[in-house]
């Protein structure tokens, strides 16, 4: 195990670089001027500027430069976003709200979505089972946009349930964004177990733990459940995305100083070490959490054996 | 087999017939042959959610087309004093819906009389005074066209690039893996908010976007399934008779295969839509006039308290698309799976 | 048994949502008596409330609190409120002495200034000396410092920017002294009739030496590393965040005419939920863009600002080198003319915005008597669809072109989409064989692409610098930073540097001068086509009062803003 890991730490490591790599150089070929108010700068000063960010260097030393500060932990220096911040900072000040909202909006949508989906299978066919694929199929097919903003609009404005948007009242302020976050995984979640607990209750162990006298809630927890809950695993890949992806949307609707908001912004001024530096510090988000699903499969389903895969 | 049989009834002579064993027999198929299309679209059609789904979204592509047709007015053609109205349908006006009321600083008018509009939209017109009927249907197509195309390419290569990593395995499979590995690393978004940046903005570079990582997920599940039947008894017991390399590629590996690229495929679809539709939100989408679901939606959310005829059509289509995706995507997967056969 | 369980977990779901409904339940009444007592305090102003707050929305974060470095309307906004200059402009808008005593003795030639400061503290308690001024402009002029505004304000104008600007000089040769403590002298290259309103501008705000050079590189990275002199100090801005406050500064020299305790500023770039804050009464002013502005058109808490801010196409004449339909003087009327600028404004913008036939705006400049610097010069280019239409015939016809295609290059915001979706149409109905294709990118693509001059027609805005029509009227002289459209008149290159030089002090000429100028840049030559003045839409809780917009500098001051009634 441990050796299977370091192995793929190892992989991670050479993935990064490349990623680093690859968007090193896409920054280079983006439209844009790395330098913000370029229209108002005389050419020595704009050349004064782009000494002091090195932009002038030949661009394997820019290269090398960034791939050495990036093994350090440094990410450069915004240009135009936040003038002079280190990107690493600005990171670092966002990471807080977006990991909360995503993991409250995570844990949510896939805890309802499981009951969700557990409902359906064992009340397959009737009107319970068609509520909850409804609820889950609306669930992915409503823009997030527009269903943050109803529940901005209704739970919000009209109800007066939870703040409207910003962040300054604590839990209260992270609700109404992690539920908006929480419509995919649920959905999913519900979709999936669904699925496999039809399938598992089909299948002959059930039929065996039914003839040996188990119970409908010891067979639907004890066996059905528990095995159809490994293949979820799976799609926690995908359901982080949606949360990395939903969170620009998000967090620009409640105005929530998270990361991905600040993405935006820096795509619309074109900074690109802010650009780049997300971009990375995502990556590694991503690549940890497909690291972490395999471990769990492997922890969880003793069938499969994480060396191998191969024929 | 639960039924309880109390007791046997007298039976008739002649209701059984001795037969005798004959070798040549053994080996006669008595079920019709049914191909796997065949096979395929009668377990379909036992579908019911499945089925509607197809016909809905046969009628929704073909007003995709017919729509912008059968309204009097262009897509793109603004007539700005007819700026905000309301849906209005000449015959269901008198139900008390889409009658051409909306509200106006807070109180209910009928818009159409307020402006001297003699002419029906039947689903409103937008700030600019264009027809929402025929800019919905215009941007459902568009919406369709990019969904298809970006689909099909990930398809395309998905496909290919699995194919050749499943079958070849060992150090080619290593190296393409790793590829793709990388790839999957950097959040697909990123990629396509950083593509969409360097192209001109427009329909080509949304599918170019789409597909620049969108087909890793198909190569995966191609290799995958490719990976898994290669070695399989079946195959082994083809190769065995002597069946040719393309034999076994096409008549056994490629029906266990296919099933899970068209379903993979019916996946991607919405989910191109839908990324769509996001990348408007961020103003990287479309470049105007032109629509698409996903622009029109994003016009339409600011007005949501407002004049919600601009978003309701467009987002309504939008789901009703998506809906009908998944339940063909769900029904395709029962129906293609060579094991659930009956 | 099965049953049980499930209608278990489906009472601890309702449970878990009463529970959460309970909650927002407090929040509920909260906020509700809030906005209560907002809409029912009425009472006439003067009347103070105990609790001086006010809660504000801004729609971008501030990039740097560095004056030096700063070119954003945010951190300009945040410097009107938290710093200070010689002048500020006052309640109408003129600018008045603030930091200096008085107004300035000016030499004869007006090309000496000397300012008597007032005594006034920065936020630490130590006194704002000359040496501040000398020492910030210094600061801002040197092109190691990177400054956008340094030299763009100053060159030209004060002795030797010019030349320190492009590193021939040291920075310590500009043309500013510190006599003493209370003395600030500053030579002018050429006299700048509107140097006052000038002294306005934050650029021109005094930085506290020992401060920023104490904290080097943290300087202005956060409101811990700040150091204020004006009516208010930022506090808990932590440099990245979307929220910060300013709080009243005790320090301030006029800090007896300041009422607000505490302003609550937040980042929201979403409109709709800037909206949906200001209808919760959470925030008490929010600004309306587009469908918003339309949507609140008939609120009675309503505020419209028209601001001397112009939007107009830049008709590029030579893309990537080469000469295109533009060139052609016909095609660039046609264009200017092709399209209903009434409708925009009315239906499309429909923010209070006013169809522009000018580029210096109205109710921005005004001469010695007092008249608008518009009604001096009137409309230049109206639109007219026949004319526009037989010009753009003759110019097809010289050009020997059945058709013209030809690329706008627009902004990506929402309104800007739209007003170029309309403009497109127009002109398209209008001028037959005109095709147009429309590209919306983010705004720094936008600037990289004007650089470049690749790009047939761009939709750009200018907003002033100062008061007076010169910061409209010298954008396109041949060779200037706006002008990346290789437009070239000799005529009206002259006309401007007249104005600039030997009529600078014979305000009537230099007047007359300008008002030809803009004449041969829109009427005859069509070089840009102007679009629109930009009006503002706002919804202001009737409790706030006397906050001001002004033209140029800071958007706001609330030095002035009290709360009343809302209690």
């Not at chain 1, 799976?234 to 105005?255: D, H, K, N």
């Not at chain 3, 002013?285 to 808490?301: H, I, P, T, V």
Request: aromatic content about 10%.
């Amino acid at each position: 195990m441990a050796k299977y890991i370091g192995k793929r730490l190892i992989y991670m490591v050479i993935t990064l670089a490349l990623i680093a790599t690859f968007t090193f150089f896409l920054m280079k070929v983006l439209p844009g001027s790395p330098v913000a108010s370029a229209d108002k700068l005389s050419p020595e000063q704009r050349a004064v500027v782009e000494a002091r960010y090195g932009l002038n260097d030949p661009l394997p030393v820019q290269y090398f430069n960034y791939m050495f500060g990036l093994v350090q932990g440094d990410l450069g220096i915004s240009i135009n976003q936040f003038k002079g911040a280190e990107v690493t900072d600005v990171i670092l000040s966002r990471m807080g709200p977006s990991a909360q909202i995503g993991f409250q909006g995570m844990v949510l949508g896939t805890v309802l979505g499981i009951l969700l989906g557990m409902i359906a299978a064992l009340r397959q066919n009737t009107w319970v089972d068609y509520t909850s694929t409804f609820v889950a199929i609306v669930g992915i097919s409503i823009p997030s946009f527009v269903f943050a903003s109803l529940l901005q609009y209704w739970f919000g404005l009209k109800w007066d349930l939870f703040p409207v948007a910003l962040w300054k009242d604590g839990f209260m302020s992270s609700v109404l964004p992690s539920v908006a976050l929480a419509m995919f995984p649920l959905a999913t979640a519900a979709r999936f177990i669904r699925t496999e607990m039809i399938e598992v209750l089909g299948s002959d162990y059930i039929t065996l733990a039914k003839a040996k006298g188990a119970s409908g809630s010891e067979i639907a927890f004890k066996h059905a459940f528990r095995n159809a809950l490994i293949p979820l695993v799976t799609v926690l890949g995908p359901m982080a995305v949606s949360i990395l992806t939903g969170s620009l949307v998000v967090e620009q609707i409640f105005a929530i100083p998270g990361i991905g908001e600040q993405f935006v912004k820096s795509i619309i001024v074109s900074d690109f070490s802010i650009i780049m530096g997300t971009t990375i510090f995502f990556s590694v988000f991503l690549i940890l959490i497909i690291l972490l699903v395999d471990i769990l499969y492997g922890v969880i389903d003793p069938r499969i054996r994480l060396s191998g895969g191969k024929s | 087999m639960t039924q309880k049989i109390d007791k046997i009834p007298e039976l008739p002579k002649g209701s059984f017939e001795r037969i005798t064993l004959d070798a040549h027999q053994a080996e006669r198929i008595t079920k019709p042959s049914v191909s796997f299309w065949q096979d395929a679209w009668y377990r379909i059609r036992k579908n019911k959610g499945a089925l509607f789904s197809l016909i809905l979204f046969g009628l929704i592509v073909i007003m995709a087309f017919l729509g912008p047709i059968i309204s009097p007015y262009e897509p793109n053609a603004q007539t700005i004093t007819h700026a905000n109205l309301p849906p209005k349908i000449p015959v269901i006006e008198n139900l008390g819906i889409l009658d051409g009321v909306g509200t106006l600083g807070g109180q209910e008018v009928d818009l159409y009389e307020m402006k001297n509009v003699e002419v029906n939209y039947w689903f409103g017109t937008d700030g600019l005074g264009r027809d929402m009927f025929s800019r919905v249907w215009k941007g459902t197509q568009v919406s369709l066209f990019i969904a298809f195309v970006a689909a099909a390419i990930d398809m395309l290569i998905g496909v290919i690039y699995g194919g050749i990593s499943g079958y070849f395995g060992g150090r080619v499979d290593d190296f393409m893996q790793r590829i793709v590995e990388i790839l999957t690393g950097i959040p697909n978004l990123v990629v396509v908010i950083l593509f969409i940046l360097i192209m001109d903005p427009g329909i080509l570079a949304i599918i170019i976007a789409l597909t620049i990582t969108g087909w890793t997920g198909m190569s995966r599940v191609v290799r995958g399934q490719v990976l898994k039947y290669k070695s399989q008894e079946f195959v082994l017991a083809a190769r065995t008779l002597g069946a040719s390399d393309s034999r076994i590629i096409w008549k056994h590996l490629m029906p266990n295969v296919l099933g899970v690229i068209i379903i993979n495929t019916m996946f991607t679809i919405p989910s191109a839509i839908f990324f769509e539709a996001f990348l408007s939100f961020i103003g990287l989408g479309l470049q105007a006039p032109d629509a698409s679901l996903g622009t029109l939606i994003n016009d339409g959310y600011a007005l949501i308290q407002f004049s919600p005829h601009i978003l309701a059509f467009p987002a309504i289509l939008l789901s009703l698309i998506m809906i009908a995706f998944n339940l063909i995507g769900d029904g395709l997967r029962d129906a293609l799976d060579p094991k659930m056969k009956d | 048994m099965r049953n049980s369980k499930i209608f278990w977990l489906l009472s601890l779901v309702l449970v878990l949502s009463a529970f959460l409904a309970a909650c927002g339940g407090g929040d509920d009444t909260d906020t509700s008596t809030e906005t209560t007592d907002g809409t029912e305090g009425t009472e006439p102003a003067g009347d103070l409330d105990s609790e001086q707050v006010l809660n504000l929305m801004e729609s971008a974060e501030i990039p740097t609190m560095d004056i030096s470095l700063a070119e954003d309307a945010v951190a300009f906004n945040i410097f009107n409120n938290v710093n200070e200059g010689l002048f500020r402009l006052n309640q109408e808008n003129i600018a008045e002495p603030a930091l200096a005593e008085g107004e300035p003795e000016v030499s004869e030639d007006g090309l000496t200034y000397t300012f008597k400061l007032r005594d006034s503290n920065w936020s630490d308690g130590t006194p704002v000396t000359a040496n501040d001024f000398v020492y910030s402009w210094q600061r801002s002029i040197d092109p190691a410092t990177g400054s956008p505004y340094g030299a763009y304000m100053m060159a030209g104008s004060i002795v030797n920017a010019t030349e320190i600007a492009a590193g021939d000089m040291e920075p310590t040769e500009l043309g500013v002294t510190a006599v003493d403590d209370n003395t600030l002298e500053v030579q002018l290259e050429r006299p700048v009739p509107y140097f006052m309103s000038l002294m306005s501008f934050p650029t021109f705000y005094p930085q506290n030496e020992a401060f920023v050079t104490e904290k080097g590189d943290a300087y202005a990275s956060n409101s811990e590393n700040l150091i204020f002199n004006g009516p208010f100090t930022l506090t808990d801005w932590d440099g990245t965040g979307l929220t910060w406050k300013m709080q009243k500064n005790p320090e301030y020299w006029d800090a007896e005419t300041v009422q607000l305790e505490t302003i609550n500023v937040d980042v929201v770039k979403e409109p709709a939920t800037a909206v949906n804050l200001y209808n919760s009464g959470e925030k008490d002013r929010a600004g309306l863009s587009g469908e918003f502005a339309m949507q609140y058109a008939n609120d009675e808490n309503l505020v419209t600002e028209l601001e001397p801010t112009v939007f107009y196409f830049k008709l590029n004449q030579e893309r990537n080198g080469e000469e295109n339909a533009l060139k052609n003087v016909n095609i660039r009327q046609a264009i200017a003319k092709g399209f209903n600028k009434q409708d925009l404004v009315d239906v499309v913008l429909a923010n209070g915005s006013l169809p522009a036939n000018f580029l210096v705006p109205t109710e921005f400049a005004f001469d010695e008597s007092n008249a608008d610097f518009r009604e001096v010069n009137g409309d230049l280019i109206e639109f007219n669809a026949e004319e526009a239409a037989e010009l753009f015939a003759t110019g097809m016809e010289e050009l020997g072109v059945e058709e013209v295609t030809l690329e706008i290059l627009g902004g990506d915001t929402e309104t800007a989409k739209n007003m170029d979706a309309y403009l497109k149409e127009q002109l398209e109905t209008n001028l037959e064989g005109l095709t147009i294709n429309l590209k919306a990118v983010p705004f720094g693509v936008r600037l990289e692409l004007d650089e470049a001059q690749d790009y047939d027609i761009q939709t750009a805005g200018w907003g002033p610098d100062y008061q007076d029509p010169m910061t409209f009227i010298d954008l396109f002289v041949t060779g200037s930073a706006q002008n990346k459209m290789s437009y070239s008149n000799p005529e009206y290159d002259a006309l401007v540097e007249s104005a600039k030089g030997e009529l600078a002090t014979d305000p009537a000429a230099r007047w007359e001068a300008m008002a030809q100028a803009e004449k041969i840049l829109l009427e005859d030559d069509a070089a840009i086509a102007p679009i629109y003045q930009r009006g503002a839409m706002a919804l202001q809780q009737p409790y706030v009062n006397g906050i001001i917009k002004h033209p140029f500098g800071g958007d706001f001051s609330y030095k002035w803003a009290y709360i009343s009634g809302k209690e």
